[in-house]
């Protein structure tokens, strides 16, 4: 058990409001990840994290940002919700092990109306 | 770049038979790869992956996995289907010096009783 929690795991929001998720990981690893999960796409990158204050985009982060300002949390935040922003999304961490593995969180369920 | 496809987005094997899921890479160099499983409602969990110790990767609850370098694929199996089995199943490749995964978009397996 890699020990991630996101939270909330359930939200729904109006368009145009923002919204925040979070992410917290119990062991201290230094990479953490941000993905969203849509039907015929997989899971797509939106932001990832390689240290405190360290932060760069992946495949899908326009209207997507993100703040680490201590190792164990990683936030997203929506500034305005959209409904193409609906999705389950799911935090990642990587243990630092030589062959890039990551481990995932039990996901949010974001529903913009 | 990097690259996944798996091929075919529903699979469906009766209770007993011979589980294969097929995943084809691309990599300019050589590759990590994993098998990530999703039970419904949860996050990513993984299965396998590979590292160039060995071309047979062996996995939990029975699967294992194939490396064939020269036909670029990473194909899933598990000799005898279990109804437990039934789940979304991601093909995911990463290189050496690459801090992401990349993910392909997912086969689901359906497994009839």
């Known amino acids: 058990d890699a020990g991630i929690t996101q939270s909330p795991r359930h939200k729904v929001t109006e368009t145009g409001t923002p919204v925040t998720l979070r992410c917290h990981q119990t062991e201290n690893h230094r990479y953490m990840y941000w993905y969203r999960q849509d039907p015929g796409h997989g899971l797509r990158l939106i932001h990832y994290s390689y240290g405190v204050k360290d932060t760069d985009k992946g495949e899908v982060s326009d209207g997507y940002s993100v703040s680490r300002s201590k190792t164990e949390d990683f936030l997203l935040t929506l500034e305005s919700a959209t409904s193409s922003q609906t999705s389950v999304y799911f935090c990642?961490?990587?243990?630092?092990?030589?062959?890039?593995?990551?481990?995932f969180g039990p996901g949010t369920r974001l529903t913009v109306l | 770049a990097q690259s996944v496809t798996q091929l075919g987005s529903h699979v469906s094997v009766s209770e007993g038979a011979l589980v294969l899921l097929r995943c084809n890479y691309s990599?300019?160099?050589?590759?990590?790869l994993f098998w990530y499983v999703q039970y419904p409602n949860q996050g990513l969990q993984l299965l396998l992956k590979?590292?160039?110790?060995?071309?047979l990767v062996k996995g939990i609850n029975g699967f294992e996995a194939e490396f064939k370098k020269s036909e670029t694929s990473f194909h899933l199996s598990k000799p005898s289907a279990h109804l437990s089995d039934a789940a979304v199943y991601f093909c995911?490749?990463?290189?050496?010096?690459?801090?992401?995964?990349?993910f392909g978009k997912g086969t689901r397996l359906h497994i009839l009783p």
């Open positions: 995911a490749v990463s290189e050496k010096r690459d801090d992401k995964i990349i």
């Open positions: 990599s300019s160099v050589p590759p990590y």
């Open positions: 590979y590292t160039s110790a060995a071309t």
């Open positions: 990642a961490i990587r243990e630092g092990g030589f062959y890039n593995e990551q481990f």
